[in-house]
């Protein structure tokens, strides 16, 4: 079982990045996705979820902001960050009761 996130970078205040996650080891289409991510100098925070059904939700915090989407036929769940703040800067992680290595995201000017 593996999650492989990719697409962070650099980003200035209120730009955009994509995110990507491709599973491989296990049935993606019968899992539930997540995103969470981890602020430097703190603990894990939930950031959005995506059922089976693709069903969503999104934390308070970033709702009407980011996307999470997924294609069952390339193994893949993504994260559309829209109007980016500083404190969206993170590592974002992909999650299906396991996390991948995660992706830094640096939203700064």
């Not at 962070?8 to 599973?23: D, F, I, N, T």
């Not at 939700?57 to 960050?81: C, E, H, P, W």
């Amino acid at each position: 079982e593996e999650l492989v996130e990719s697409g962070g970078g650099l980003v200035e205040p209120g730009g955009s990045l994509r995110l990507s996650c491709v599973a491989s080891g296990f049935t993606f289409s019968t899992y539930g996705m997540a995103w969470a991510r981890q602020i430097p100098g703190q603990g894990f925070e939930w950031v959005c979820s995506i059922l089976e059904d693709g069903t969503t939700f999104y934390s308070n915090s970033v709702k009407g902001r980011f996307t999470i989407s997924r294609d069952n036929a390339k193994n893949a769940v993504y994260l559309q960050m829209d109007s980016l703040k500083s404190e969206d800067t993170a590592v974002y992680y992909c999650a299906a009761g396991f996390l991948g290595q995660g992706t830094p995201v640096t939203v700064s000017s």
